[in-house]
């Protein structure tokens, strides 16, 4: 059995790899989610402390799978690609879904309406992506 510090690095791993994830944001927005994205990272694996390798495979796999899309989807908002409506509707569900396999099906999620009325704020005027990123960071990190 791998021990649970392995796992962690590994799955950090993943995260900083992935350069790519983050090309839409300024430097100080591409650094907070970085730093987000490795702590959810290291949440998914951490959720795998107790498993064998085979089991605690089938948590990680989809958990930073999850991870990755919902960094390249907040980093898309922040930079301000979800212009429409219905857009960012589809961008809160899927959000919530990906939650759910990061931080673990126990975890409480943020309400409906306060994600939503976030996601929104992306058309306020003054809202840098790095604003943007940290408030929702801040809601995720409050109720989860």
């Known amino acids: 059995m791998t021990d649970i510090n392995i796992r962690i690095q ?3 791993k993943e995260i900083t790899g992935n350069e790519a994830l983050l090309d839409m944001l300024d430097a100080d927005a591409a650094t907070e989610m970085l730093n987000w994205g490795i702590g959810m990272a290291a949440s998914v694996a951490q959720q795998t402390e107790s498993m064998d390798d085979a089991t605690a495979e089938l948590v990680v ?3 930073l799978k999850a991870a990755r899309q919902a960094l390249r989807s ?4 922040a930079a301000g690609k979800y212009v ?3 857009d960012r509707v589809q961008l ?3 959000l919530l879904e ?3 396999l990061i931080f673990g099906d126990k975890s409480k999620l943020p309400p409906v309406d306060l994600l939503e009325k976030l996601l929104n704020e992306v058309d306020a005027a003054g809202n840098t992506p ?3 990123i940290l408030k929702l960071k801040n809601i995720i ?3 989860g």
């Open 141 to 143: 990190e409050k109720t």
């Open 92 to 94: 809160r569900d899927k």
């Open 130 to 132: 790095h604003q943007l």
């Open 84 to 86: 429409d409506a219905d």
């Open 74 to 77: 907040i980093g898309n908002w």
């Open 10 to 12: 590994n799955a950090k």
């Open 98 to 100: 990906q939650f759910v």
């Open 61 to 63: 796999e989809p958990g």
